[in-house]
DNA sequence: CAGTATATTCGGGAAATGCCGAATATGTCA
DNA sequence: TGACATATTCGGCATTTCCCGAATATACTG
């Protein structure tokens, strides 16, 4: 794909990781962005991608801007220029410790939550998720930790 | 909170298990009754949340179904009446094995992504993170599998 | 079968979201 | 500092999403 536009095969391919991940409250631009940016070998800047991808340079600009907060690519600045440049993170935990936030809060506010529970049985299935979360939570954790162990190996 | 609405802390709660799911798709009323019914330690009537939560009841009946379409709310038919009864499912696994699917189609998506990469860098990069996705997936299985395991002990 | 209780569907309207293009800010070079 | 290149912000518009209440469907009772 590096030089001009997404061939057939590359459009679907950004077209279904859009489709995949939009369901999951990812905004259109920024899905359709990151899969445009696994396909790229090298840094893209912000003219070639809204061009490749027919969308505005500010909606590229937020979209990329997106991604990198959730650590899915990564921003390249460059030594005497303004220019920006962008391409996927090799850290692609993002997605997953992003979930693993809401596990901890969830967890959080269950622990919380039995205590105003009045009956016992729902302080218990409270107290009961919270410990499920948490387990989960955990498994996860280590599960990424052997990953990066493994990769490093 | 059996008898009258809920009380000023209960409420609290409900809102903060709102605040913590919408950003992640789940729609207003949806969340808020997952909060509702958490608190709530017998099955509860359409009418009864709708009044208790100040929602409509056609809103009320499919925020339910949406729950029980992800396993996070359980219907309870009752013997000779139309009426329909939810409460929480004691199976809250629902939302991490919603999650799975999405490492499972995203991993499928990448495997496909490094046939048609062009460049060597880029396919390769798309296998690891298949396989990353894979592995991490297979761990959360595992997690899964041990709990269930450890909760009948 | 008529009547009642209940759930579900559906159309409309309101609010939120996302995207665009113009305007603005910010950095770089000479 | 001025001129330029580039990124970012912002107001408005279009689309989507969500919720409500009325209308409809469905099941149960006598």
Redesign the interface.
Known sequence: ??NKGP?G??RR?IE??AR?LV???VPQAAARLYGYL????EPVSLDRMAADLEMSKSTASVAARLLEKYTLARRHGQRGSKRVLYE?S?N?EGM?TE?NR?LD??AE??K??AG????G??RS??EE?AE?HM??RR??E???K??RARKTR
Chains 1, 2 share one sequence.
């Open positions: 794909m590096s061939t095969a590359e391919f279904d990781v995949l369901p999951w409250g696994l396909l790229f070998p996927v090799d692609y997953l979930q809401l809060a969830l506010l269950l919380q939550g105003i529970a009045a009956r049985k729902t299935r409270m998720m499920f387990t989960i498994s996860m280590a599960a990424l052997r990953w």
